[in-house]
T-cell receptor
Framework: GQNIDQPTEMTATEGAIVQINCTYQ??????LFWYQQHAGEAPTFLSY??LDGLEEKGRFSSFLSRSKGYSYLLLKELQMKDSASYLC??????????WGAGTKLIIKP | ETGVTQTPRHLVMGMTNKKSLKCEQH?????MYWYKQSAKKPLELMFV???????ENNSVPSRFSPECPNSSHLFLHLHTLQPEDSALYLC??????????????FGPGTRLTVL
């Protein structure tokens, strides 16, 4: 079967760095997405990785290792507004997205 | 209006009611999706439409009936729902379906409660 695993909840301190991990087992791989979802709002696109390595976009970076079926989202200089759920999704062999349950990130002052 | 809009934002219905959810995208996309989001569970893909034709139906019960009259509008018709159908229903759109880098744009969702 297809499976995406990510921690249910994480807590971090304002100004610090946090890494949210995602491991996957899917039928085929055509890229991995990270989305951010604030409570009561729509998920919004953060990053896309299809090749191994690190993609940096401002305070956020995303890493992919296809051989290990592993990705992480790195958030630096955390701000209170970063409190949200972070969703990992993998595009399978049919290019349909398989989603993880999301990681709720709580930022404390 | 910009992006993807959904109405209503909140809906409470009895098990014998019939209601419809509406989604509209203003992005010029050709693919639209319905997802179900339950607490602490992964997003569940329900239906995919590409160029107004249904291309995916993930074993969704027949009490959910989608309709896509054109590439900008998507409906989800609901009838004789069960309490376990209570969830957030998200609509999304993308440029195309079934191709690489298929970034999806989401609407704010309809919070459905079935009594």
């Amino acid at each position: 079967g297809q499976n995406i695993d990510q921690p249910t909840e994480m807590t971090a301190t304002e100004g610090a760095i946090v890494q949210i991990n995602c491991t996957y087992q899917t039928s085929g791989f055509n890229g991995l997405f990270w989305y951010q979802q604030h409570a009561g709002e729509a998920p919004t696109f953060l990053s896309y990785n299809v090749l191994d390595g690190l993609e940096e976009k401002g305070r956020f970076s995303s890493f992919l290792s296809r051989s290990k079926g592993y990705s992480y989202l790195l958030l630096k200089e955390l701000q209170m507004k970063d409190s949200a759920s972070y969703l990992c999704a993998v595009a399978d062999s049919n290019y349909q997205l398989i989603w993880g349950a999301g990681t709720k990130l709580i930022i404390k002052p | 209006e910009t992006g993807v809009t959904q109405t209503p934002r909140h809906l409470v219905m009895g098990m014998t009611n019939k209601k419809s959810l509406k989604c509209e995208q203003h992005l010029g996309h050709n693919a639209m999706y319905w997802y179900k989001q339950s607490a602490k569970k992964p997003l569940e893909l329900m239906f995919v439409y590409s160029l107004e034709e249904r291309v995916e139906n993930n074993s969704v019960p027949s009490r959910f009936s989608p309709e896509c009259p054109n590439s900008s509008h998507l409906f989800l018709h609901l009838h004789t729902l069960q309490p376990e159908d209570s969830a957030l229903y998200l609509c999304a759109s993308s440029q195309v379906s079934g191709e690489p880098y298929n970034e999806q744009f989401f609407g704010p969702g309809t919070r459905l409660t079935v009594l």
